[in-house]
């Protein structure tokens, strides 16, 4: 390709609205435009990225046997209604009503429609496993669109999924998208810190989240520096510590009686701090939560059989709409909400408001505690208590709590002799600092999520009502796994990963060229020797581009760095029959014959490629 | 590929949803699958024949210069009330408004998008002709979608947009893309019939529609046998033709005067044939039509002075938001309303109301005539006069007309002695059996528009404020071109055109593959012979698929003539060391070597895409 044939677009000056450099370099380097708020064009060299991106995800999709199918981007409503996320999906999900008041969703992901592609297709076991995917447009609402493509609205999603007899098959299936998405993203040529989502202690996995760091990242990543390990905040454990007391010794357990103090106007861990002139370590945290779409049996919990439940006329399940939980959690410690809403299978929780407090606990926030609760759960971070219902050990002794009462807290708690909970569980956030079950320390990072693979189970093709026949001619539910790469993440991520202060500096694998030729002024034998390197080049496979704009050298050269093709070979009068030849990545550039750099550039590039790609 | 490795998923019956043939076999062949209304998935082998299309389409656009752009689908509304189309895109166009009450719209097109682009990046006339196009998804809200992708509401189009500093940069890009659009159509397969707007007598043209055949089609096209002209029905115009008396003879000036007769419930052109025992052609028709915002001027029209005018606020154009004309036109032809729109340069016209009819001539439906009409312009069809004003000529003569009165009709009515037109013009409906200019007769075919090449003008950059600087710092508004191919429509029309009553009889371009091999089992010898069939033509470039299904052969048989891959070689043990191989379109098969029918299926492949495409 010759410059003054394609649309070389770029920007001097950062445009404003962009603060990251991925988003930066794609504006300044002429990849990519605005349209609206969330809503992007690719030009010409951004969209030879893209493509590229998606075909590497191509390709190694269909290594693994998924096929490819194109379903329309917008769909019916009703589908949605099926699967019952119509309700569900929020204001995310953008919906039309067309001419004939028919309800259209602009598909924000495609559960729906591929299990009603294959609910149709699927008849017997024989037919299973299947793995689908597409590489297509997608639309999320996102409320504060930002970073350029990182998150925007309308993005271009790879999402695959498969349908399985057996665990075992969705397993299987499910353990070679691990692979192919390690393989894609080192072609990439990503850093990717693959999540367990539930990696530890429990064996096996039913979830992995692939996230490149950022630093404006979504998410909050614990990572070990010895062991591997890797969570996201929302889902990460560690190992039990043990509570200190204000000398710094274990605390150990009292024979006192649980004594009332007057705490006037003591409400925060650091009031009670001075209070009482000790760590935080010694309170009791005692939180009351509201909670919705609670799914777990609270049957057994005081309380428990006065709540409304109700069973799902779809799913068969029971649930609470709204119930209320108090927990229970050392002075120095967070509770996370993601990792509560988990455990008691709730579609939300939220801290009680003050009134439900008064009303549940008798006191008001700040003087809330766990002693004498009645008919409300109390779960117990392991922070205080763990074991199991008839077997609870304390973990913290002779505590601080609220004492139920205005202006009042409760000294020489002994977790177990003055209370009980209904169940112990692990709720805390974890942070940087704490300790990973291997006894190193954790670090932290932020990060962004590219891709994700995940088993479904059959939550849409039981709520789909997909069945197969089994070998006894008896009709089955399938289990589903769903697979996804965000494919304009991936490219904005590269940049992320390879840029210096001069622009991109992209990897082989993904750049919109391999070669640029600067011919300093495309004339005499510049231009010839130049047009020599260009066909040369081209007639060995590698993707060239040929600068032969009319512009000063000083705007070839920067452009070139800011678009940041991996090799250049600038052609100039001083240095001819030699030119000059340099990779992108390295300070230094050479000097040598026409020949020497053009089988230079072959070699470099076929040496990258088969790196990223082995 | 083995089959039993990717989804074959054809149907033994008809499903009762297609009527036409493309679409019936895109569903019997597993190509694709319904989602909703107008909506549709394309399965693994349709999407492979998908992308062959899509492809051909980009080689031949990347061919001409055109740079590939990639909008979001859904873009802002605020673009489309920039160039005024909001407003007058109608129920068509998809509309959203988002979380944040922003107006969205699904893109129908993309002319907005594309303008608001270049508007950004263009600054000089050096930079100009600029050539831009995208193959993404578009949606229209059908009113009745059917025929399958043939008429869908969500489809993927190939839009080009060109933008021009003059004319003739306009006239040769538009003649790049007239010669591409014959390369693509020759490369898919397709017989394409071009129809110019405006061909014949103005010379040159400003549009270009490339029609297919179809019984189901939406347009009519006027073809002549002899001089190739073909145009769309709105658009065809024929030779001037000399009216006949009763007796068959050229009618003759009358020196008679008018004269009333009583025709008491005698209304249509067949009541009155009886009535006066004549022939159809001795009567002149008139009828008046209501006119939405017409921009012909009508200044000295009579009523003209009286009608409301309004100077748009945008396009700085007059146009008269309601009015009325009078049509007289032969009896036996028909008004054409398209042709009359666009004479009036009116968004609409339609028959007038009873009510506007009386008010307007003095008598109801039936018994208009011209002599005497007042305060409304006549306009006559060539058929009746023709000539410019001050310089009218009588086509018809001794005539009969509606008398203005109920149940009154006049005989010897002379037009321009006893009325005068404001106008001449063609608005006739030219239709099979009328002449054409070099003297053939006329037939007439149903087509659908796969392609269409349009001189668009400043239209949009006007409207949305795009210029450039020329030679001398003047910004000036550049000139644009558009050129549209539907995807989906331009492969559901080559199953239309290849396919017999076992099914799709693919060309080679768009094969999903191009040659399949089967095993009568799949198992010891024929195994290991089909095997090494696959691997020699895969070696040689040539993609193939073998059935290693468990099923019978009459059934892998008739799926491969369903699917309809070119080539078919048939391993079975009666015929070993020999296989049978056949080319679809031909009746018979041959018994040969397996080498042999290696070596031809890669010449037959290989001369049949060398014939595509040259």
């Known amino acids: 390709m010759k410059m003054s044939q394609t649309l070389i677009a770029t920007l001097r000056e950062n445009p404003a609205e962009a603060v990251i450099a991925s988003h930066q370099l794609m504006l300044r380097s002429g990849m990519l435009r605005k349209l609206g708020n969330g809503l992007f064009a690719y030009l010409p060299l951004g969209l030879r990225s893209f493509r590229k991106v998606e075909n590497i995800i191509r390709e190694e999709m269909d290594a693994i046997g998924a096929l490819e199918f194109k379903p329309s981007v917008i769909v019916p409503g009703e589908l949605w209604r099926e699967s019952g996320r119509w309700e569900t999906m929020g204001e995310g999900m953008l919906r039309a009503v067309n001419r004939v008041k028919a309800e259209l969703v602009v598909s924000p992901t495609a559960e729906e429609a591929f299990t009603a592609l294959i609910r149709d297709e699927l008849s017997s076991y024989k037919q299973l496993p299947i793995t689908t995917y597409q590489i297509n447009t997608k639309y999320r ?48 040529g990503l850093s990717v810190i693959p999540v367990r989502a539930d990696s530890g202690a429990m064996g096996g996995s039913g979830s992995e989240e692939f996230m490149v760091e950022s630093d404006v990242g979504d998410d909050t990543l614990i990572l070990c520096p010895k062991c591997g390990y890797a969570a996201n905040t929302e889902k990460a454990s560690c190992a039990p510590d043990i509570p200190k007391n204000k000398a710094g010794f274990p605390q150990t357990k009292t024979d006192a009686s649980i004594e009332e103090v007057s705490t006037p106007g003591v409400k925060t861990i650091e009031d009670l701090e001075r209070f009482f002139d000790t760590t935080s370590q010694e309170f009791i945290k005692t939180i009351i939560y509201k909670v919705y779409n609670c799914a777990l049996d609270l049957t057994t919990a005081p309380g428990g059989t006065n709540l409304k439940r109700i069973k799902d006329s779809e799913f068969g399940e029971y649930y609470y709409p709204e119930c209320f939980v108090t927990i229970c959690i050392r002075g120095d410690l967070e509770i996370n909400e993601a990792k509560l809403s988990s455990l008691l299978k709730a579609a939300e929780v939220e801290l009680a408001s003050e009134e439900d407090i008064i009303r549940l606990s008798g006191a008001p926030v700040g003087f809330v505690g766990p002693v004498g609760l009645k008919n409300i759960p109390i779960i117990c971070d392991f922070s205080v208590m763990t074991g199991k219902s008839g077997n609870f050990f304390a973990v913290m002794h002779d505590a601080y709590t609220g004492g139920r009462k205005t202006d009042v807290h409760l000294r020489h708690v002994e977790p177990g002799r003055d209370f009980l909970p209904y169940m112990c569980a692990d709720v805390r956030t974890v942070v940087a ?28 093709t039981k709520s789909m009502n997909v069945t197969y026949l089994d070998e006894n001619g008896k009709p089955q539910i399938p289990t589903m796994g769903c697979y996804g790469i965000g494919v304009d993440r991936a490219l904005a991520s590269i940049i992320e990963e390879h840029h210096d202060d001069m622009g991109i500096a992209w990897p082989v694998s993904t750049a919109p060229y391999h070669v640029v030729i600067v011919p300093v002024k495309y004339e005499n034998e510049m231009k010839s020797v130049a047009d020599k390197i260009y066909e040369d080049l081209k007639t060995n496979g590698i993707e060239v581009i040929l600068d032969d704009r009319n512009e000063r050298p000083g705007v070839k050269f920067k452009d070139s760095e800011l678009i940041g093709f991996p090799v250049r070979i600038v052609v100039g009068d001083k240095n001819l029959p030699n030119v000059e030849f340099k990779i992108r990545t390295l300070d230094n550039s050479q000097i040598m014959s026409v020949e020497d750099a053009i089988s230079k550039s072959i070699d470099f590039i076929k040496s990258q490629i088969s790196e990223l790609n082995n």
Do not use: W
Request: positive net charge.
């Open 141 to 188: 609402d996102e409320i504060r669109p930002r970073y350029g493509v990182m998150r925007g609205r309308e993005f271009t999603m790879k999402d695959a999924y498969s349908f399985h007899a057996t665990q075992e098959s969705l397993d299987e299936t499910y353990d070679k998208f691990a692979v192919a998405y390690r393989r894609i993203f080192k072609r990439l």
């Open 433 to 460: 600092g704490d300790t990973c079950s291997c006894g190193a320390t954790y670090y932290s990072k932020k990060g962004n999520e590219l891709g994700h693979i995940f088993k479904l189970g059959t939550k849409y």
